[in-house]
């Protein structure tokens, strides 16, 4: 599915080769057709695939200036991947809201690609998944620093040949004719024993090869293991549930619907559920120093025991807020919704409203008497949020 806010894909799915032949004597004579300048030359006397070219300017007409995700959504400023695309390490990871990634900078070398990017935060429009929204959301920058993001690459190795010295062969005697002497088979077993044996092909060390086009298809590999520049269905797969279910309702402009189809819908002669904590989500340090304030509408079924089970997002608001209010709705209680009397499943809405807070205002609070649950989300997450006047 295609990012609404107008960023394209530009990562090719795999690198297409082109078979090189050996010519014929009367076509070498024959002018030959200037090399595409798309690709790069095989390795002397390589005639398996040619790679597309991959230097730095192509990579820098794809990335610069363009939005990317990196593909388990990390917190850090620096990320290092193998040549495979598997992250070294265990970095902490963030809403997906929290790590857009517009790239400002390529360096590739012989041993690994580097690039360098500004962090930016999503902020939703408000639009409902059902109706049509032209621009789902804008962007926010909110990195001091710039992201640095390292993949190794897949060294070529050259190997050198040695030329086998020929040696002299021995003058006949003049005027003296040799007498033939017919093969046996013992004369026959010697001259194949004597005759050189090519030395074996050196071991390569680990993340190395001989081919320029095979390193090429690697590190393109790994680049689309590594970066997404579209909400497609691998980077879907990285979501968590919620969010998946919110970009299929988008898809399909239809609300969401819970999986049990014994769940009702609150009216008539079915009550309410009634929430019996304090439902006080966190806000963090991006929402309070950018001012993203706004609702968040979430789609919940409460069971008979007055649980929360499924969660959907209705109305995202973005800058990793939602992740904060779905983890305040799955730790409350509820009064169980009641038909005839008797405790039922129902499926709500819940809106969550994020404020920004001074110091003296009172973070938190539960509207009752609404035909909505509403809930304000705290400002007070950790010591490093503080809040904006």
Known sequence: MKLRNGYSSFLAAALAGAALTAASPAQQTAAAPPPAPATQSATPGNKGPIAPLLNEEVLRKRFVGKMVFVRGFYAADELSFDVDGQIVGSPATTSFTLDALEVRKVDLSKKK???EADRYALHFTGALPS???SKAFDKVKISKKPVRITIDRELVVVLKTKKQKVKDKPKANAGVKPAPQSATASDTLSTASAAPVPPPSPALPPGSTT????SAMMLSAALDKV???DIDDGMLAHLPGYWQQYFKSERSHQAFVPSDPHVLQVGGNVTAP????SIDPSSNQYAQKFGVAGLAMFRTVVDAQGKPTEIAIARPIGFGLDEKAIDAIKASHFQPATQDGKPVPVVIDMVVTFRIYSNRTKP??????????E???SAWESDSSKPSH
């Open 113 to 115: 690609l580097q690039i």
């Open 131 to 133: 109706q049509d929204d």
């Open 211 to 214: 081919s320029p086009a095979h």
């Open 227 to 229: 970066l997404a520049t």
């Open 274 to 277: 009634k929430v019996l904590n």
């Open 364 to 373: 938190g609070s539960v509207v009752k008497g609404s035909k909505q649950t």
């Open 375 to 377: 809930v304000v989300a």
